[in-house]
């Protein structure tokens, strides 16, 4: 296992052709994985999307609603407990990494919220437009709309679930054999950018639909289960090799993922909070921060229980990096 660093150190790189349409170049030709964990073999079926809520990561499993579904591991990736929400899983993500953890099913408009770690109420039902059965549901970067694609297609919603309209990604399916399920009904958002991936490769598209660059990221899984995994979280871009294999970070410089971040010297829950970051973990705070100096040498403060469990978390900390 990696662990993710400040910075990451390109070799090799050389400039990419940028993509027709393209104002600038946004990627470089390629990238490693900067952060790798391995998945939960113990889940159900097929691997879906994975989110970080600012403490810990999670990942997420469909196939049927039955078994295990969802697993959420600390913040270096090690795997902490299975839950069984009873929901077969399309996408899981949070607002700007950060609790609460959201999850849409399989033939559902209902978007569900997780109120206790793996019990889920409803949140918003998305009403109008085209919401494919398989579908991955994700935020914006900016958390005020709701968006899913299909075959190229995006149907955007606001917060309330109101149908807002669509977006054309002009010439998807062009390459990569990216209009081939199930990589042609998933994707993600980072920076200002929608993101969808297609055998090892990543594509950025803006808000008009044009396809603003591409990238390879090296060694990223092309397996049914990677096709369906594609996620942001963490100011990363995840994807899965297989079943029980390894979860791949890539840093690739949208941004996200930032703030200060703090070892924990002392975590004392409250209420009844049984999952307050341990001590000698990670907390991330949201102060924004271009270098670690930037940030605070200590913190204390009170958080609500991750995973959105009962009771809050009294944290102190000492600061170790930012972003």
Not at 222 to 250: C, K, L, P
């Amino acid at each position: 296992m990696r662990r993710r660093m400040g910075c990451v150190l390109l070799t090799g790189v050389v400039a990419l052709a940028l993509a027709p349409g393209a104002g600038a170049q946004l990627f470089e030709e390629s990238y490693d994985a900067v952060f790798t964990f391995t998945d939960a073999a113990a889940l159900s079926q097929t691997r879906m999307t994975a989110a970080f809520d600012g403490v810990d990561y999670w990942s997420s499993s469909g196939g049927g609603p039955g078994g295990n579904r969802l697993a959420r591991y600390d913040v270096n990736g090690n795997l902490q407990e299975l839950y069984q929400p009873n929901i077969d899983m399309r996408s899981i993500f949070t607002e700007g990494d950060s609790d609460p953890l959201y999850a849409r099913g399989y033939n559902s408009p209902q978007i569900r919220v997780q109120t206790a770690p793996g019990v889920f109420g409803n949140d918003v039902v998305l009403t109008g437009g085209t919401l494919n059965a398989q579908s991955a549901v994700v935020f914006t970067t900016d958390g005020t709309e709701f968006r899913a694609m299909n075959a190229g297609s995006v149907s955007r919603w606001d917060r309330q679930g109101n149908f807002i309209g669509s977006i054309a990604l002009s010439g998807f399916g062009s390459m990569n054999n990216e209009n081939v399920y199930p990589q042609n009904r998933g994707m993600a958002s980072g920076g200002d950018y929608m993101l969808t991936y297609a055998n090892g490769v990543l594509s950025a598209w803006d808000d008009g639909g044009n396809r603003v660059d591409t990238t390879r990221l090296n060694g990223a899984g092309t397996t049914f289960d990677s096709h369906f995994s594609i996620s942001y979280a963490n100011g990363m871009v995840f994807v899965v090799d297989v079943a029980g294999g390894q979860w791949r970070g890539y840093d690739v410089g949208l941004g996200g993922g930032g703030g200060c971040v703090y070892k924990v010297k002392k975590s004392k829950p409250k209420g009844g909070c049984d999952n307050c970051p341990p001590k000698g973990g990670e907390y991330r705070s949201k102060a924004d921060c271009e270098d670690v100096k930037d940030c605070d040498k200590k913190v204390k403060t009170t958080i609500a229980c991750p995973g959105g469990g009962n009771g809050t978390c009294k944290i102190k900390g000492k600061r170790s990096s930012c972003g």
